[in-house]
Structures are given as structure tokens and as C-alpha cells.
């Protein structure tokens, strides 16, 4: 059964810093693209960051230069490294990957993010 586990969320003063974890279980992502949405509550699910198996990366706007999304096809694992943290950025991060092979879609279960003083 293919498993993302997200960890490495919590309160972090604006400005500062959290690197997310995110653990691939049940299969072999090398042929998954893979990413970061996040969601606050009542609004819809939004994209952060994505990238494919080739390291090809792309990201929303307003996370563009303090963002940075990486993977280790190794490990089986995708990180998000978030610098310079704002208020706005404060929401339940959950980690994506989908087959480039079958189109297949998983989602982790999230994890939270709060960014204030």
C-alpha cells in the first residue's frame, strides 16, 4: 500500500525557518512527480512547489525564492525547505505524488504549519 508521511511542521516566528519531510512508503517514486500543496481552512487546496524525476522544479509565486523543494529518489523522500516565513504562510502543508506512469494520485495526511509571533 503506497504511504507519503509528512513530518517536520510547527510554530515558527516570522522570518524564520522549517524544513518538511515527507516519507514514500509502498513503492518506488523514481517515476512519480512529486510536491507541496497547502490548504487553510475553508479555502481551497493550493500549490506550493513540485518536481518532477528529472529535478525540474516549479513554484507558486508567492513562495518563489524562499522555497525550495527537493528529493532524494534514494531515500524515497521530498523535502521543503521554507525560509523567510510569513504570517500568510500558515497552513496544513500536505505532500502530493502522482504516477508519471498511471496518473495515479497520493496524498499524505498533512501536517501544520503556523507561522506567528
Known amino acids: 500500500q503506497v504511504q507519503l508521511v509528512e513530518s517536520g511542521g510547527g510554530l515558527v516566528q516570522p522570518g524564520g525557518s522549517l524544513t518538511l519531510s515527507c516519507a514514500g512508503h509502498?513503492?518506488?517514486?523514481?517515476?512519480?512527480?512529486m510536491g507541496w500543496y497547502r490548504q487553510a481552512p475553508g479555502k481551497q487546496r493550493e500549490l506550493v512547489a513540485i518536481i518532477n524525476r528529472w529535478d525540474t522544479a516549479h513554484y507558486a509565486d508567492a513562495v518563489k525564492g524562499r522555497f525550495t523543494i527537493s528529493r532524494d529518489n534514494d531515500k524515497n523522500t521530498l523535502s521543503l525547505q521554507l525560509n523567510s516565513l510569513k504570517p500568510e504562510d500558515t497552513d496544513v502543508y500536505y505532500c502530493?505524488?502522482?504516477?508519471?506512469?498511471?496518473?495515479?494520485?497520493?496524498w499524505g495526511q498533512g501536517t501544520q504549519v503556523t507561522v506567528s509571533s
Open positions: 509502498g513503492t518506488n517514486f523514481i517515476t512519480y512527480s
Open positions: 502530493y505524488a502522482t504516477s508519471d506512469i498511471t496518473s495515479r494520485a497520493y
